[in-house]
């Protein structure tokens, strides 16, 4: 599993089912990339409240359901 907590976000992505199709990518490519077949949160991303409507996106467009993404308070 890899994971991102950045700023109040959590984004996973469970690559026990992670496909590496890159929908995720196509949608957020300065958040995900893809490496070794699977998708990964980029370490260097800056997830931003801004961005929740795109990870929600990615997050639902995943054919998988592999990508996992919350919000919390810091």
Same mark, same amino acid.
């Given at each position: 599993?890899?994971?991102?907590r950045?700023g109040?976000h959590?984004?996973? !992505?469970d690559? +026990?089912l992670c $496909?590496?199709?890159?929908r995720?990518r196509d949608?957020a490519?300065d958040?995900f !990339?893809?490496r +070794?077949g699977? $998708?990964w949160?980029?370490?260097d991303?800056?997830?931003?409240d801004?961005?929740?409507?795109l ?5 639902a ?6 990508i996992?993404?919350a919000?919390?308070?810091?």
């Open positions: 599993m890899a994971e991102l950045v109040g959590r984004l996973t !992505v690559h +026990d $496909s590496g199709s890159g995720c949608i490519p958040i !990339v893809v +070794d699977r $998708s949160p980029a370490q991303a800056h997830v931003t801004a961005d929740e409507d990870l929600r996106e990615a997050e467009a995943c054919p998988w359901f592999a996992s993404y919000r919390h308070d810091a």
